[in-house]
């Protein structure tokens, strides 16, 4: 069964902590991985990844897909209290493109 | 350019009765994609549209339906509703190709009593 796999759940950090959240997935026929970030209501996109090895970046937040090992990180330094929300991973899978999506990691960022 | 917007953002049906949502995809989106989201599921695929055809389609019970149009707005339908049917019902729209990602709407916010 095609499944996407986040961890941890949830996390509880001070701010300038940094913080790593994982994404595994087992698909057949990658495409891509997407993560998102989930404040209030409409999840509002981060990233996207479809090779391996390569960093993408933006101010504090990073992200990178390992395609051997079938996972992907997104790291977040200095975290802000604004940082708090729940970050979403979805893959992209399938001769149609199916999009589908980890429970979540839901960040807390005390001051 | 205008963003997906659903309509309408908040509704409270009582059981039994029967919704329809609509999502607007942006402007030159083709695919429409349907989620459901509680506390306890996180986001569950409902199912997916594309050039009014249906693509792709989630683990939901036949209640749950969903058409596309020629502009390529979607509504869901949920009929005869139970109360775990309450949740946040999400759209998404995208090119619908490898390397594109999927826009989200606001939501609709469904309460069933």
């Known amino acids: 069964e095609d499944k996407v796999v986040q961890s941890p759940l949830s996390l509880v950090v001070h701010e300038g902590d940094t913080v790593t959240l994982n994404c595994s997935y087992e698909v057949t026929n990658f495409r891509s991985l997407l993560w998102y970030k989930q404040e209030k209501k409409a999840p509002t996109f981060l990233f996207m990844l479809?090779?391996?090895?390569i960093e993408k970046k933006s101010g504090r937040l990073s992200s990178i897909l390992d395609k051997k090992e079938l996972f992907s990180i997104l790291n977040i330094t200095a975290t802000q209290t604004g940082d708090s929300a729940i970050y979403l991973c979805?893959?992209?899978?399938?001769?149609?493109?199916?999009?589908?999506f980890g429970k979540g990691t839901l960040l807390t960022v005390n001051p | 350019k205008a963003g997906v917007t659903q309509t309408p953002r908040y509704l409270i049906k009582t059981r039994g009765q029967q919704v329809t949502l609509s999502c607007s995809p942006i402007s030159g989106h083709r695919s429409v994609s349907w989620y459901q989201q509680t506390p306890g599921q996180g986001l569950q695929f409902l199912f997916e549209y594309f050039s009014e055809t249906q693509r792709n389609k989630g683990n939901f019970p036949g209640r749950f339906s969903g058409r596309q149009f020629s502009n390529s707005r979607s509504e869901m339908n949920v009929s005869t509703l139970e109360l775990g049917d309450s949740a946040l019902y999400l759209c998404?729209?995208?090119?619908?190709?490898?390397?594109?990602?999927?826009?989200f709407g606001q939501g609709t916010r469904l309460t069933v009593v």
């Open positions: 479809t090779s391996s090895g």
């Open positions: 998404a729209s995208s090119r619908r190709q490898e390397g594109t990602e999927a826009f």
């Open positions: 979805a893959v992209r899978f399938g001769s149609n493109y199916k999009l589908t």
